[in-house]
């Protein structure tokens, strides 16, 4: 009987951490049968090039759901990013850029200081940071769209080296930062035990507030990047549409990929996966004439799947 | 703590009062929405001769009767310790139905829509209280359920339905009433029994214990599956209906809306003292929280000069005052007495 047991906690276990690789694997073999094209080159660069910002914005929510957070503002960065650029490319890219990931940062800031240091919960504050920075976001920018000319941002939208768009390359280094982050660093190990058991992290004199104000800000930076290479992407600045409802998405992705809502672990790998599973499926559905109205039921079905699944691994 | 905690259990077993202070941070708790409300009120009556009018607050009354309609259910929601992110998925859901099923008559046009909603809630529900998943994913899957459904029987949202112009159902929501908006009459009558029901009910106290600790609640015979799945049907219930009135008074159900309308929720009730971390709050603070948004709105709007945009700066503005005034204040009311 306990042998059977085991073996069925191990199967839920195994499934809960590479049930997102199978599915990916099973996704993809399934494409290659019925999808015309698949394997093109030109498939797969859209491909990666359209689950870029969800992906980016997800590396950071994954750390924030790691501390048994969670960041809803994350679009409305996205958006403060976007409305900001414009601004300053008169001074060249590289200012401008540097001005957007400082807003990011600023954001992220604020709502780690709203978690960390007054002690409001972690959805309440960075509500309240998507329903300000968005406004915030319009009346940089007046509520225009407004089109880029700068040819450092148009080369970051559509170059390419080697095949590879220069907008993936970004989100690779990220991944492996954010990965070498979690996995081989001290700060990593205190944000998962704070996750954890946030009161023993206390006893144990780690550094709670600081962990916590770094992730939150480390989410608005990730934002802020997605934000740009955004905006590089559409070769305009977008603030009212850019990032809508992406915090859905990219919590999406960080859950299918294995990292509990409950905090205490981090899979960075799994959120990657997340990511492109959830793209895979929006776009295999597309590519076959399915419409976006079943595709988003079947999104709904994964997420709450994937979560029961979760719950049935951890008991 | 240790000390805090041991002063809160003698003064409680020797029956003595809470301090002034924490009294006061109670109060303000509670209160603070309305009081803020009032202020803002009587700042623009003084300020704009055509804010204190009949007419406009009629209008300001109507136009946030539907977002106070589901804050109704999101309140109960929160105050068991949840959280419903579908309910703006299901408001425009139930306002497409109805203004299909409106072809058929009145009837069909308000139970179509309550009916869908409740399945909905109930889904959740069980999926929350039975299963016990975590509610924020479990609606999250509502709010993208629901809003696919949506686009699937709108021929992915190419479709409008329109509700007859003589059809009984627009009274609901363009009708009046010795000159009140139907809407409005609506929700004075939902807030009442709303509060009557959370606070001089079975249902409402086992909500507040759910709330206040789920296991305790558990052990003290509360059935906490049937409370939870009760109370997200019912939240359901309330996005429904106020898609149903909104559809009414626009005559027809537009697939694009409720989009974001889960945070503004949300945002009311946290601003009317409803704590998210659940176990204590009410349906008044709620109402105040939704009137402080439309009175900040209608504000900036009346003074022209502001950019309009800046109303969700303001909104968001308001949002981290009360969030963290109501955060100190309830270390103030623990860390002195209860």
């Given amino acids: 009987m306990t042998t059977v047991a085991l073996r069925r906690d191990n199967l839920l276990a195994l499934t809960r951490d590479y049930g997102v690789y199978a599915a990916l694997v099973v996704l993809v073999i399934i494409n290659l049968i019925i999808t015309p094209n698949f394997l093109a080159a030109d498939n797969l660069r859209t491909q990666a090039v359209q689950v870029v910002p969800v992906l980016i914005v997800a590396l950071g929510m994954a750390l924030v759901i790691g501390t048994e957070g969670i960041d809803l503002s994350v679009g409305s960065v996205m958006a403060v990013s976007a409305a900001i650029l414009p601004l300053y490319l008169g001074y060249g890219a590289f200012p401008a850029i540097l001005l957007c990931l400082l807003a990011g940062a600023v954001a992220g800031l604020l709502s780690g200081t709203l978690v960390a240091v007054v002690g409001v919960q972690p959805i309440v504050a960075t509500l309240a940071l998507l329903v300000g920075g968005r406004g915030l976001a319009l009346v940089i920018s007046d509520g225009q769209l407004k089109d880029i000319f700068n040819p450092t941002i148009l080369a970051l939208g559509d170059g390419s080296v080697a095949g590879i768009p220069y907008t993936v390359l970004v989100a690779v280094v990220l991944v492996a930062l954010v990965a070498l982050l979690v996995g081989k ?104 004439d399915v419409p976006v109205s079943v595709s988003q039921m079947v999104q709904a079905a994964i997420i709450v799947a994937a979560v029961l699944l979760q719950r049935r691994a951890a008991r | 703590m240790t000390m805090t905690e041991s002063f809160v259990d003698t003064s409680a077993a020797t029956g003595a009062r809470p301090s002034r202070g924490a009294t006061l941070a109670a109060l303000a708790q509670r209160h603070g929405a309305l009081v803020v409300l009032v202020i803002l009120l009587v700042a623009g009556g003084i300020a704009f001769d055509t804010f204190l009018t009949f007419y406009n607050l009629g209008n300001l009354a109507v136009q946030a009767s539907f977002l106070a309609v589901v804050t109704l259910g999101m309140t ?263």
């Fill in chain 2, 76 to 338: 109960l929601v929160i105050v068991s310790g949840g959280i419903d992110l579908s309910v703006g998925s299901v408001y425009a859901l139930a306002g497409v139905l109805a203004a299909y099923a409106s072809q058929w008559g009145l009837v069909p046009a308000l139970l179509l829509p309550l009916a869908v909603s409740a399945v909905i809630g109930l889904a959740q529900g069980v999926l929350i209280g039975r299963f016990g998943m975590a509610p924020f994913i479990v609606t999250l899957g509502g709010l993208l359920f629901a809003r696919g459904l949506l686009q699937f029987i709108t021929d992915e949202g190419a479709s409008t339905y329109l509700m007859p112009g003589d059809s009984p159902v627009r009274w609901l929501g363009s009708g009046k009433v010795l000159g009140i908006g139907v809407p409005v009459l609506i929700v004075v009558l939902l807030f009442l029994v709303g509060g009557f029901v959370l606070q001089r009910t079975r249902y409402g106290m086992r909500l507040f214990a759910l709330g206040g600790n789920e296991d305790s609640s558990a052990l003290m015979g509360i059935p906490v599956v049937r409370t939870k799945v009760l109370t997200y049907v019912l939240s359901g219930l309330g996005a429904g209906l106020a898609g149903i009135l909104a559809a009414a008074q626009l005559g027809s159900g537009v697939t694009v809306v409720g989009v974001g309308l889960e945070l503004n929720a949300i945002a009311a009730v946290v601003i009317g003292g409803t704590v998210l971390t659940g176990g204590r709050g009410g349906v008044t603070g709620t109402l105040a929280g939704v009137a402080l948004l439309y009175v900040i709105q209608d504000l900036i709007n009346q003074s022209g000069s502001v950019n309009a945009n800046m109303q969700q700066v303001v909104s968001g503005g308001v949002l981290i005052v009360v969030v963290v005034v109501q955060t100190v204040l309830s270390r103030v009311r623990r860390g002195q007495s209860r």
């Fill in chain 1, 185 to 288: 660093t001290t700060f990593g190990r205190q944000l998962v035990a704070i996750g954890g058991n946030r009161r023993a992290a206390e006893f144990a004199a780690l550094p709670v507030k600081r962990v916590l104000l770094v992730v939150y800000v480390l989410s608005g930076l990730l934002a802020a990047i997605a934000g740009i290479l955004g905006t590089a992407r559409l070769t305009a600045s977008d603030p009212s549409k850019l990032g809508e409802l992406i915090e859905l998405s990219a919590i999406t992705a960080v859950v299918v990929g294995g990292t509990p809502l409950s905090g205490g672990r981090v899979r960075v790998i799994g959120t990657v996966g997340g990511a492109l599973l959830m793209q895979l499926i929006t776009a295999t559905l597309i590519k076959n």
